[in-house]
């Protein structure tokens, strides 16, 4: 299946990203089509130099939604000084190196596979509602989300973002699973990011799974997560909000 967001940018776009694509394209059940440049998903943005920054306004991102731990960002900022672009930061897991449950996951390396979507959106969903709440909010132009490979908190964000656009199950899933193919990939590679993928597949089988992509789908289609966002605090109005931004004919045009 092809990838949703096929309007590609990174590998043979952005110099300094090889994780990052735009969602426009993407079908919603509903029969509307995600715009492009409304949401831009990536790994964090710090290799980027002024040619690619030039490039992500371009393409009229004006927001960018920082997912990492404040240590993370102060260590390496998502954006060097003077680009014009408003940086909201949401960490989904600022505080949780100290959690039980939560070092338990990174050890067993569950985290690095959606194996651990359910539990956390189980625990911190108030933390997911965050960030979809910013995207929606988010002022005019197109939105950049990312953590710091773009794979697993942008993935949960991503997809959540997706599920409330009514798009389907299997666009969900290509799209994610693209990151793991672009993690494992040559310029990957080159920008020093680990190939995990052996590790990956022997976690994933050792829980039922064949591949990540199938992991994903048993998320999203037993964990209720819209049922879980919604009682978490997440409400209509940001629901219309992210529609209204994200899809063609959903409601006014945020750009």
């Not at 408003?86 to 990174?106: H, P, R």
């Amino acid at each position: 299946m092809a990838t949703p967001g096929h309007a590609v940018v990174g590998q043979d776009g952005w110099l300094g990203l090889w994780n990052a694509r735009d969602l426009g394209g993407t079908r919603a059940g509903s029969g509307d089509v995600m715009r492009e440049g409304a949401l831009v998903r990536s790994e964090a943005p710090v290799l980027l130099d002024e040619l690619g920054w030039n490039q992500v306004a371009a393409h009229g991102v004006h927001t960018v939604v920082d997912l990492r731990t404040s240590q993370e960002a102060a260590e390496k900022p998502s954006t060097p000084g003077g680009v014009d672009v408003d940086v909201v930061n949401i960490s989904l897991e600022e505080g949780l190196e100290d959690d039980e449950q939560f070092s338990a996951w990174s050890s067993s390396r569950l985290i690095g596979t959606p194996l651990y979507y359910e539990p956390f959106l189980q625990r911190w969903p108030e933390r997911c509602v965050q960030a979809l709440q910013a995207v929606a909010e988010a002022g005019p132009g197109g939105v950049l989300v990312h953590c710091a490979k773009g794979r697993d908190r942008t993935g949960l964000v991503v997809a959540l973002v997706l599920l409330v656009c009514e798009v389907g199950v299997e666009e969900i899933v290509a799209d994610y699973a693209d990151s793991g193919r672009r993690l494992a990939g040559p310029i990957a590679r080159a920008a020093g990011a680990p190939d995990e993928s052996e590790e990956t597949r022997r976690v994933l089988a050792n829980h039922g799974f064949i591949d990540a992509a199938a992991a994903m789908r048993h998320f999203l289609r037993t964990a209720d997560p819209l049922g879980r966002l919604r009682a978490a605090g997440l409400r209509p109005g940001d629901e219309a909000a992210l529609r209204a931004r994200m899809l063609r004919g959903a409601g006014s045009d945020a750009r």
